[in-house]
């Protein structure tokens, strides 16, 4: 029996590596909708290869430009379209849009009744209550499609979450670990996304290179397996072979190793609860030299550490740190404010704007809009 599969985002990097699983397991997958930002070429290029029924592109003037090719499939534009098509029917539908963009989609395929294979971790850390409180209405499961959340979910599998001690997130330090402070006023967009043992896209890679990553996904880790702050914490492990641990009370430690391939996580979120084999390359333990672990310096990188702080105050904190980061990552790869500068609006837009309850959608989306409104004039400021 086929699997229904919606991708949304599906031109990004985690939507080009869903789709290459499904290309080599066609009798598995049917591809039914597509959902993109802009990217009308590739997109076309997908929907003649995998033929869906129902594509949505949230850019507008690209949707028109994608309606006219005329390729036998409905579109449906903007915002709104993307939402419509995340709405349709599906055994599985992965949400793998970038950034804020991405919650009310998952909201909609949530209380669509679709099973959730999440790779957009800002929608849980804008949202994380209202995401969870509608995938337990709706008996939903929310796999994890982040390599360090795949990896403590399987760790935790048939273990009694109450005998949890401690999540470790391995993080790889990104391309500037170990080098000196004064060397990241020079970096340029082109070195911070040159991540060195991850493919990513240009956002999160940038989001390593600061270690902002790692605290959305300690936020991410805390909704996704109802663990309190205190009990996840950040290791940082350069070889990127080690993808996340779990220490439980009676001292034992349950670690998930592995290549450094996305499709590894994503395999297993689309089929799960099976495991799949997939052709891809294997970890040799032989040629490993070693594994090593330290302490993140967040006197380095302050992302880490302001993430955490949000997490700690609750509320709309999370979607205020999110939205700043989003803004400011947004300046630095147009060229238009610095690496250290991205901290510095962080840590203004915290501080500048109040904290309210994240019970209600409209609440968080007004923390967002206001939160996007002063690092932009913040960012105006810094280039003056």
């Excluded at 001292?251 to 391939?261: E, K, M, P």
């Amino acid at each position: 029996m086929l699997t229904r599969l919606a991708i949304l985002g599906s031109t990004g990097s985690i939507g080009r590596s869903a789709l290459d699983v499904v290309r080599h397991y066609p009798e598995r997958f049917h591809v039914a909708a597509l959902a993109a930002r802009s990217n009308v070429e590739l997109l076309a290029a997908q929907i003649a290869e995998f033929r869906p029924t129902d594509v949505a592109v949230a850019d507008e003037p690209s949707a028109k430009r994608l309606a006219d090719m005329d390729l036998g499939v409905t579109v449906w534009p903007g915002p709104s379209g993307v939402e419509r098509v995340a709405a349709l029917p599906a055994d599985v539908t992965l949400c793998a849009m970038v950034g804020s963009a991405g919650l009310r989609p998952l909201l909609c395929a949530i209380h669509a009744g679709n099973r959730i294979a999440l790779a957009n971790k800002e929608s849980l850390v804008m949202a994380g209550g209202l995401v969870m409180q509608a995938a337990r209405a709706h008996s939903l499961h929310v796999l994890p499609v982040d390599s360090e959340h795949s990896a403590i979910f399987q760790c935790l599998a048939g273990q009694d979450a109450q005998h949890v001690h401690r999540v470790h997130l391995t993080a790889s330090g990104g391309p500037f670990y170990g080098r000196p402070r004064q060397d990241l006023r020079r970096v340029t967009p082109q070195q911070a996304t040159k991540h060195p043992t991850w493919k990513m896209g240009p956002k999160i890679s940038v989001d390593s290179a600061t270690l902002m990553n790692k605290g959305l996904e300690v936020i991410e880790a805390m909704w996704l397996f109802a663990l309190p702050l205190d009990k996840i914490d950040v290791l940082v492990h350069p070889q990127s072979i080690v993808h996340s641990l779990v220490e439980f009370n009676d001292g034992s430690i349950l670690a998930h190793l592995g290549v450094t391939d996305m499709r590894s996580p994503i395999v297993f979120a689309l089929t799960w609860p099976q495991r799949v084999q997939y052709p891809m390359d294997r970890l040799d333990l032989t040629t490993m030299a070693g594994l090593t672990f330290e302490a993140p310096d967040f006197s380095k990188f302050p992302c880490l550490a302001m993430a955490l702080e949000a997490a700690k105050t609750a509320g709309t904190a999370p979607a205020i740190l999110n939205a700043a980061n989003e803004t400011a990552v947004a300046a630095f790869c147009q060229g238009r404010l610095g690496f250290l500068d991205i901290e510095a609006v962080v840590r203004h837009v915290l501080d500048a704007c109040p904290v309210d309850k994240a019970d209600q959608l409209e609440i968080v989306e007004a923390a967002d809009s206001a939160a996007r409104r002063e690092a932009g004039a913040m960012i105006e400021r810094l280039r003056d």
